[in-house]
């Protein structure tokens, strides 16, 4: 018996709702609603099940974002993408692995839906023109207006150094010895003097309302004794792990010329329900 194809592409669907989300949860609800229209659908009438899936999923996505537009304006302090917990073998996938960074899904999120949607098509998944065109219901043309204007937006906010992965684990590993510690200066060592932090919280969990610039600054604000430290993989790269009294967060990491310039720290408790089982990612 042939094996069911939206089985077949399900962790591709996934991973199409993810990075157009930036949330697991919304995801998962996303395939659940695209899985209810293919059931019933006349499969022989379906030439290239792969991509009929894939736009079905984009309309779904599409329409969900829609729908998060009013609560993420309404989000309480900063917004950050929800973080997957990953193997390792995601790193080996360099594109794959950047596509779904934190840093790069908190740089999709400054696109509109339908500049999202076809970004990611194009750039992630190397989807043609025409089937984008078909899954947004723009013409071809315009899409190609499209992808070009949303290429330039996100080269122009994504960190510029591209950092091989032993670096980035090298550093990672470093600034999460420092934070074990709580040392200040072992922190300020590891950290750019430029360094941001963004947290988090989702008024449910402790967390800086606004960003937090300077290492002077981030470095006190994250020296405390008591907590516990351990390195986890998120989104395809390094990253930590840190429970202080009871309260977790999951740490991401941009690293550039041997140094921290950005932290993206999670402790909402409702975006980390899916860090003990990795996320299955594909393109």
């Known amino acids: 018996m042939t094996e069911d194809p939206f089985v077949v592409h399900r962790?591709?669907?996934f991973t199409v709702a993810y990075e157009m989300l930036g949330s697991g949860a919304d995801a998962e609800d996303v395939l659940q609603e695209s899985w209810l229209r293919w059931a019933g659908v006349d499969r022989s009438q379906v030439r290239d099940p792969r991509a009929y899936l894939v736009r079905v999923v984009t309309r779904q996505a599409l329409n969900r974002l829609r729908?998060?537009?009013r609560s993420r304006e309404d989000y309480v302090g900063q917004?950050?993408?929800e973080p997957l917990l990953t193997s390792p073998?995601?790193?080996?996938?360099?594109?794959?692995?950047?596509s779904v960074s934190i840093a790069m899904l908190t740089v999709l999120e400054t696109l509109g839906p339908i500049e999202r949607a076809v970004f990611v098509l194009r750039e992630v998944f190397e989807t043609p023109y025409g089937e984008i065109a078909e899954a947004v219901g723009k013409s071809v043309t315009t899409v190609?207006?499209?992808?070009?204007?949303?290429?330039?937006?996100?080269?122009?906010?994504?960190?510029?150094?591209?950092?091989?992965p032993s670096e980035q684990q090298q550093v990672v590993e470093r600034f999460l010895n420092a934070l074990r510690t709580g040392q200040v200066q072992e922190l300020?060592?590891?950290?750019?003097?430029?360094?941001?932090?963004?947290?988090?919280?989702?008024?449910l969990a402790a967390a800086a309302q606004?960003?937090?610039?300077?290492?002077?600054?981030?470095?006190?604000?994250?020296?405390?004794?008591?907590?516990?430290?351990?390195?986890?993989?998120?989104?395809?790269?390094p990253a930590g792990r840190i429970e202080v009294d009871g309260q977790l967060a999951a740490v991401s990491l941009v690293v550039e010329n041997g140094r921290v310039t950005r932290?993206?720290?999670?402790?909402?408790?409702?975006?980390?329900?899916?860090?003990?089982?990795?996320?299955?990612?594909?393109?």
């Open 210 to 237: 606004a960003p937090v610039h300077g290492a002077d600054l981030v470095a006190t604000l994250l020296a405390r004794p008591d907590r516990m430290v351990s390195a986890v993989w998120l989104n395809g790269a």
């Open 89 to 98: 073998d995601v790193a080996e996938d360099v594109e794959l692995a950047e």
């Open 263 to 283: 932290i993206h720290a999670v402790a909402n408790p409702q975006k980390l329900t899916r860090l003990e089982k990795p996320a299955e990612l594909a393109r």
């Open 188 to 203: 300020m060592e590891v950290l750019a003097p430029d360094v941001v932090l963004i947290a988090d919280g989702g008024g």
């Open 144 to 164: 190609r207006q499209i992808a070009r204007r949303a290429r330039v937006h996100v080269v122009a906010r994504r960190p510029r150094v591209q950092v091989n």
């Open 11 to 13: 962790r591709l669907l």
């Open 67 to 69: 729908t998060l537009a």
């Open 79 to 81: 917004w950050l993408p």
